[in-house]
DNA sequence: CCGTATCCCTTACGATACTG
DNA sequence: CAGTATCGTAAGGGATACGG
């Protein structure tokens, strides 16, 4: 940015700051790239639960709930006995799993990096 | 994914994880972003508060704090009246403005994709 | 200008127990 | 299996006033 530049960037509505507070709920980018990373794009809530060492029910179902609502996701319940219900990620939901792939290869590329910060930079929760 | 592939992913530890989680703190990556925009890559305090309407000094102040232990920023102080303090990206600042550019480039060019969005998923806190 | 110091409230999140 | 229902805590975060 050239010193004239004036200073007014993340606007409270702009695009790239709702990307980011979109990860500011800690399981959803996780989710995302669970469903993503299932060949058929499509799970189990049993399947999330075990995928997510750590996540009560309570969180999983919880944040399941608002990602369907947001229309990241969708629900699918077998009636049969014991119930199965499958989530699957939406067209949108396929849209938003690509900044998570970003920031998932990433993470994986430079762990080195991440061993260098301070503990506490990333786990203030959980 | 194939069939058989086992479900440990996601492990407590992992890079990918604690990079998702680094964004779980609200503007520790808007804060980043605003230094590397910036042409000598630094900024003083009024400046960063000004770049991202909505934080309180006390949050600006105890984020940038934060930033500072885990290596991610440096503080400058000026002794002058009136004061002047400067932040600076470290070489690790760096490193992790990375996927921070990748998710600020992703919003930039897929605002659609945001306004497809059930508003309840980006207005959680703020 | 660059902070600190309080005060206060909301929420995110976890633990546990219970149900069809 | 896939949820609800409660309860409880800690952290996140805003508002405001004061200080060097």
Redesign the interface.
């Known amino acids: 940015?050239?010193?004239g530049t004036p200073?007014?960037?993340?606007?409270?509505d702009?695009?790239?700051?709702?990307?980011?507070?979109?990860?500011?709920?800690?399981w959803t980018?996780?989710i995302l790239?669970?469903l993503h990373?299932?060949?058929d794009g499509a799970a189990r809530h049993g399947?999330l639960h075990?995928?997510?060492?750590?996540i009560s029910k309570k969180m999983l179902t919880q944040t399941l709930r608002?990602?369907e609502?947001?229309?990241?996701v969708s629900r699918h319940v077998e009636q049969v006995v014991p119930p199965a219900v499958e989530y699957r990620l939406t067209p949108?939901g396929e849209?938003?799993v690509?900044?998570v792939e970003?920031?998932?290869a990433?993470?994986?590329d430079?762990?080195d990096?991440?061993d260098?910060?301070?503990p506490?930079?990333?786990?203030?929760?959980?």
Chains 1, 2 share one sequence.
Request: contains cysteine; positive net charge; charged residues 30%.
């Open positions: 940015m050239r010193p200073e007014q960037e993340w606007r409270e702009c695009a790239p700051r709702r990307v980011m507070e979109l990860f500011t709920t800690k980018s996780m790239h669970t990373a299932r060949h399947v075990r995928s997510l060492p750590g608002e990602m609502e947001s229309g990241l949108l849209r938003f690509e900044p970003l920031l998932y990433w993470g994986r430079n762990a990096a991440l260098a910060l301070t506490r930079a990333t786990s203030r929760r959980g």
